[in-house]
């Protein structure tokens, strides 16, 4: 089964390869974890991210959140790639980024949800959930991946920490937001923002 994998070298920062997660038996459930939130859209992505791109957005990101401010406020984000500035709304960046669709932040529904934690997540629960060991509970500073008894999960907790978060640091640990994440994969509760 692994004989085709073998020969490949693993390396961080790449695409999500729906070939290798066939080859691993878990194509079809990461592929609807996605789906469940509408991120579906990850899987056309087929070029490799590079560290460089992901520290220099990061480190340059920034929300203005002064007061009051709605989804089509301009320049509330801001963040640099390859030395060209950019300056964002808060829905002209969920598109570029493909977490919404133009049709959906053109609806009401997109308009009553701005992007918190819900009142029912709760993360110690949520890592309850993920993991075997009905005993740890969760701290964003040491709970890990490790405890994950879905190897789909773990699999896109590992994408989530090389490439949406970007860092090298510990990609094992859990962030509250990271956490979020994978429950409303887990659960099936889509994002909507």
């Known amino acids: 089964m692994y004989d085709c994998l073998r020969h490949k070298q693993v390396v961080p920062y790449k695409c999500l390869s729906l070939s290798i997660l066939n080859a691993l038996h878990i194509g079809t459930m990461v592929v609807d974890y996605f789906h469940?939130?509408?991120?579906?859209?990850?899987?056309?992505?087929?070029?490799?991210?590079?560290?460089?791109?992901?520290?220099?957005?990061?480190?340059?990101?920034?929300?203005?959140?002064?007061?009051?401010?709605s989804l089509d406020t301009p320049s509330i984000i801001t963040f640099r790639l390859l030395g060209t500035t950019y300056s964002l709304s808060l829905t002209d960046f969920n598109?570029?980024?493909?977490?919404?669709?133009?049709?959906?932040?053109?609806?009401?529904?997109?308009?009553?949800?701005?992007?918190?934690?819900?009142?029912?997540?709760?993360?110690i629960e949520a890592f309850m959930l993920s993991t075997d060991n009905a005993e740890t509970t969760y701290s964003p500073t040491i709970s890990k991946d490790l405890w994950f008894r879905n190897p789909p999960l773990c699999y896109i907790h590992s994408y989530l920490a090389y490439n949406f978060s970007g860092r090298r640091d510990a990609p094992a640990t859990v962030s509250k937001t990271e956490l979020f994440l994978l429950w409303c994969m887990y659960t099936g509760r889509p994002l909507k923002t």
Request: proline share 2%.
């Open 36 to 69: 469940n939130i509408g991120w579906a859209g990850n899987f056309d992505i087929t070029h490799c991210t590079y560290y460089e791109l992901i520290l220099e957005f990061h480190s340059t990101f920034h929300f203005q959140q002064h007061g009051q401010f």
């Open 95 to 123: 598109i570029a980024l493909v977490f919404v669709t133009e049709d959906y932040a053109m609806s009401t529904d997109y308009e009553d949800n701005l992007c918190t934690f819900p009142v029912d997540f709760k993360a």
